[in-house]
């Protein structure tokens, strides 16, 4: 054999290497139903904590006694709700209910626990597909003051307690059904990948958000397109992504650490990533804000909405940090009233460094930060301030 058809054969099989390697078929992700993590106390959609996003009255409910049923649309099977109270409420406290669960095939009973953690109960949907429910319900009375008639009001809510789970490689990926209708589609449902890291004190409330669930995924064992999702969850059909890719890192105020879902509608790309300094996502290029972030250090937590903000870059093979400060400026419209400064409230916001906005917060009592007043682009120190 000459040396020329040796090489020739060495060339041809690294290119049937590397051809093997683009040509990766579909990859078939079976999925099952499980139960959210002990510790996390729910997956929450983004679109319910976005500043005017969402439904807000999704799974809620108001019962009294001119209504005392209500019709909710629950995993897509439409359920009648009922309250079953205590037999003393009074006007000063606000105590755990039972709820009562009619389909039209099963009856459940959803016992809300005065210990606070959490229950679930199981809807059987259709072709025997098992949904876990959780939720709550509290009742109180109120007395008209003119008749002094007591009525007895509960209010309460459901929300998935279970997800659609599977294996990518090493990483976890569960399905969360975020708009209660029992079946799962790109664009309107949400998507966990692996565990949360475990960064928010302890004494926080455990909730974790969903990224909404996009074209791509980004995990730890690469990038995926999501091919086809089966409507009743039970597959996800990926595809191994060849293109360009780029480093992502966002660094969190101080030492908060959380959730933080980003967003590039041009690379149909969303990515969790927690704050931690050193740590690297990989994403497609494109440009990139925050869709929504919890951060946490007890008693405060933060929540950071990217709404007007500039978007972040993120050109092929480069690497990009986005620094979020933490509360920096408070902006707000006002008008003097005789002696009284009046504030119009659809003016004041609150941000940081990179554009992002801070939901209203509380700030250090003990230690209150330095506040400037900025009239005609003139900066007067005003002292420390308490504000929130």
Known sequence: MSIRTLLLGMVMAIAASLWGCQA???????????????????????????????????????LDEDH????????????IVKAQTPAKVDDHHLLHCKLLIKTPTQELTFDTPPSGSDATVELTLNHGR?????????????????TEKKSVITIGGFQPAGTQTGKIGQST?????ANLDGFYTSGQDGIVISSPSKVVDDRLPKFRLVQPLSKYISTSDGIFEVQHLAKDGSE???????????????????????????????????????????ELVTVIPGNYTILVAELGIYPQSLLIYGDG?????????????????????????????????????????ITGQAGETYSPICCDQENPPEVYLNVDGK??????????
């Not at 510790?39 to 976005?50: E, G, I, K, L």
């Not at 990926?173 to 059904?177: C, E, I, Q």
């Not at 903000?309 to 008008?335: C, D, H, N, R, Y």
Request: net charge positive.
């Open 309 to 349: 903000m500039p978007s972040l870059k993120v050109a092929t093979g480069a690497k990009q940090v986005l620094t979020l400060s933490g509360p920096k400026i408070l902006e707000f419209q006002a008008t003097m009233v005789y002696d009284k400064v009046n504030i119009k409230s659809d003016t004041f916001h």
């Open 24 to 62: 990766a078929g579909p990859i078939k992700v079976p999925l099952v139903t499980t139960a959210i993590p002990a510790d996390t106390s729910t997956y929450m959609s983004p679109s319910v904590v976005a500043l005017g996003g969402g439904d807000p009255n999704l799974g809620r409910f108001l």
């Open 68 to 79: 005392p049923t209500t019709k909710l649309t629950l995993g897509g099977i439409e359920c």
């Open 236 to 278: 996800l059909t990926l595809l191994p992504y060849r293109g360009p890719t780029a480093s992502l890192q966002v660094i969190a105020p101080q030492k908060y650490l959380g959730q933080i879902i980003l967003t590039s509608p041009d690379a149909n790309l969303n990515v969790t990533v927690s704050g931690k300094v050193g």
């Open 130 to 146: 098992k949904y876990l429910l959780t939720g709550w319900g509290h009742c109180y009375s109120q007395t008209d003051p003119k």
């Open 379 to 388: 900066s007067t120190l005003l002292g420390k301030m308490a504000f929130g």
């Open 173 to 177: 990926v569960a399905l969360f059904d």
